[in-house]
């Protein structure tokens, strides 16, 4: 009998099965859904990014156009990567501390492949992106979740991390601009993470998806802008939400060499690379970011300013993000802080899919998620339905 590997059982649920079976039930029901739910940019990716890798893939003199990308590097992709960190954030990298990725949750898991041992710690901060304990239980590692609570403003409380853990972990996962909380973190708390580090010999490894969907003029910081952060952290790039380029599946880890090159022999042993037009299109998509990233962050600042005012409006106690494509928003207290029971009745009654707080873990309880990227009359018109369910 065929069966599966006992570390699938060790999975959690993946958190958008479970929603995607409730709205079938419901739309089986003749529910009129529509959904904030999943974090994948609506709008395309932009123009110039697509026309090169056009031009590049039907470049008949480029004869290795389409060959295996591990063995037919585009130089200009990692040389645009270095450019792009010393112009965006003034973090100098050299060669060795650049890995190309395909997008950061394939590279998260490649991390963890590469650096733990089974029986390894690794500290994922809670609530957090699901994958970085998904990279544990494939490296058959434990995952030690650090709360991020409201109180600390979602940040790690590194003196609340058990001395036990201190010891034996051998990565920290964060994320800021966070998914799903929406907080942001300072150059502050990143000295204190690598300070962390430092101490404890523990790898901080730093998820940037965000840091280019900032508003009201916030910018937001690298981990590696902090002196000798190259000594003990990583950080994850991912072009997906930067530039809508979600299914293109491309970023890159830049920082501490040795983590680098343990992801890139993880890499070289599991895929090939990636097609070079793609490659092309990267390095085009970080020249040109200066210009795109303004444009994509009006559309969400926007609609941001739909929900948040809205719900202001119908009692919800908030503050608007300055960062990530989401709202975070507490469960009304009819539901006695019950995320699933909210986001359940919310589909059943009102046809809104939204991302209960409980998928990201026990400290999220009490919370759920709207994804911003939907689009203007689908995101009011899911306010309306929301503003008139919660008044009832
Ligand atoms: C915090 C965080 N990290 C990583 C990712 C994965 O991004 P990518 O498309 O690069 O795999 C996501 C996607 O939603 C995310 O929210």
Request: net charge negative; charged share 25%.
């Amino acid at each position: 009998m065929i069966t599966f590997a006992d570390r699938l059982d060790k999975l959690p649920p993946y958190l958008f099965v479970d929603i995607r079976q409730k709205i079938a039930a419901a739309k089986e029901q003749g529910v009129d859904v529509i959904s904030l739910g999943i974090g994948d940019p609506d709008h395309p990716t932009p123009d110039p990014i697509v026309e090169t890798l056009c031009q590049t893939i039907s470049n008949t003199e480029d004869l290795d156009r389409h060959r295996y990308g591990c063995d037919n590097p585009v130089e200009d992709f990692p040389e645009s990567i270095i450019a792009y960190y010393n112009r965006r954030f003034n973090v100098k990298l050299n060669d060795d501390q650049v890995a190309i990725t395909m997008g950061s949750k394939d590279a998260i898991v490649k991390l963890s492949l590469g650096i733990l041992n089974p029986g390894d710690i690794g500290i994922a901060a809670s609530p957090g992106y699901p994958t970085y304990n998904i990279g544990h239980v494939f490296s058959s590692a434990t995952t030690y979740y650090a709360p991020i609570l409201r109180e600390n403003n979602f940040l790690v409380d590194f003196d609340a991390i058990p001395d036990e853990v201190k010891r034996l972990a051998k990565v920290l996962w964060i994320n800021y601009p966070n998914n799903p909380t929406t907080a942001t973190a300072d150059l502050d708390f990143f000295k204190r993470a690598i300070e962390f580090g430092r101490q404890y010999d523990i790898l901080i490894a730093h998820d940037n998806a965000y840091s280019e969907n900032t508003y009201d003029g916030y910018i937001s910081p690298s981990i590696l802008q902090v002196d000798g952060a190259d000594e003990v952290a990583v950080e994850f790039f991912s072009l997906s939400k930067a530039f809508n380029m979600t299914g293109w599946r491309l970023g890159f880890v830049v920082g501490n060499s040795t983590a680098v090159q343990a992801v890139k022999k993880v890499k070289d042993n599991i895929d090939n690379g990636s097609l070079r037009a793609l490659q092309f299109a990267g390095a085009k998509a970080l020249s040109i970011a200066d210009e795109i990233t303004p444009k994509l962050n009006k559309i969400y600042v926007k609609r941001r300013d739909i929900v948040v005012d809205s719900l202001i409006e119908s009692g919800w106690l908030l503050d608007k993000p300055k960062a990530t494509m989401y709202v975070w928003a507490p469960v009304p207290e009819r539901f006695d802080g019950s995320s699933r029971l909210f986001a359940t009745e919310l589909l059943e009654n009102a046809g809104v899919v939204v991302t209960p707080g409980l998928g990201y873990g026990q400290w999220s309880e009490g919370y759920f998620r709207i994804s911003l990227t939907y689009p203007d009359d689908i995101i009011q018109t899911a306010i309306n339905r929301i503003q008139e369910f919660s008044s009832k």
